[in-house]
């Protein structure tokens, strides 16, 4: 297997405007994670999926944060309008089971100018 | 909710020497235990892990015991390379939320 794939890797914006991110997770897991690392922050969930369903978005900062998952094979965060504050490196992972191992997609590193 | 707290600051050594990284736990319930390893710009990746009490976890040389009289699950290696250079997070299945919670993360940078 592929492993969890991650669109783009780098992705550099100015501030205002719309960015997406992608995420195919490894076929057959059933959970999928959105997580947001910074050196100030550490490792923070931002929500995430079981069956394409989203069932705890608390981690979502604000309502600039959106993320979609239409069909089990892939996924969206998006950000708009994003903002320098928003610079961090965004992981996707899934998963078999909630409590089973998590697998790491290599990230999108964002740089909001 | 579960979470771990892992020890402060980054750990700096030289090949060859002894590697521990503390990570304490508190959870209701026995939680599954996770050690992750990132190496530079990746993502994280599955270490190794244990599922109950006194199960040692243990992969490239590295192990870490599920200890429930102390919670803890601290990572050790006897003889550290300089590829072991990496930022490792301690975490948990957090069955009440549903979600693994993750520490904070120790950078191990191991000298020539």
């Known amino acids: 297997d592929a492993g969890v794939i991650q669109s783009p890797r780098h992705e550099v914006t100015e501030m205002g405007q719309e960015v997406t991110l992608r995420c195919k997770p490894i076929s057959g897991h059933d959970y999928l994670f959105w997580y947001r690392q910074t050196m100030m922050r550490g490792l923070e969930l931002l929500i995430y999926f079981n069956n394409n369903v989203p069932i705890d978005d608390s981690g979502m900062p604000e309502d600039r944060f959106s993320a979609k998952m239409p069909n089990a094979s892939f996924s969206t965060l998006k950000i708009q309008p994003s903002e320098p504050r928003d610079s961090a490196v965004y992981f996707c992972?899934?998963?078999?089971?909630?409590?089973?191992?998590?697998?790491f997609g290599p990230g999108t590193r964002l740089l909001v100018l | 909710g579960d979470s771990v707290t892992q020890m402060e600051g980054p750990v700096t050594l030289s090949e060859e020497a002894f590697l521990t990284i503390n990570c304490t736990y508190t959870?209701?319930?026995?939680?599954?235990l996770f050690w992750y390893v990132q190496y530079p710009g990746e993502g994280l990746q599955l270490l190794l892990k244990?599922?109950?009490?006194?199960d040692k976890g243990s992969n490239k040389g590295f192990e870490a015991t599920y200890r429930k009289e102390t919670t803890s699950f601290h990572l050790e290696k006897g003889s550290v390379q300089v590829s072991d250079s990496a930022v490792y997070f301690c975490a948990l299945g957090d069955r009440g939320n549903n979600r693994l919670a993750f520490g904070k993360g120790n950078q191990v940078v191991v000298i020539p």
């Open positions: 244990a599922t109950k009490a006194d």
């Open positions: 992972a899934s998963s078999l089971d909630r409590e089973e191992t998590q697998y």
């Open positions: 959870a209701t319930g026995y939680p599954s």
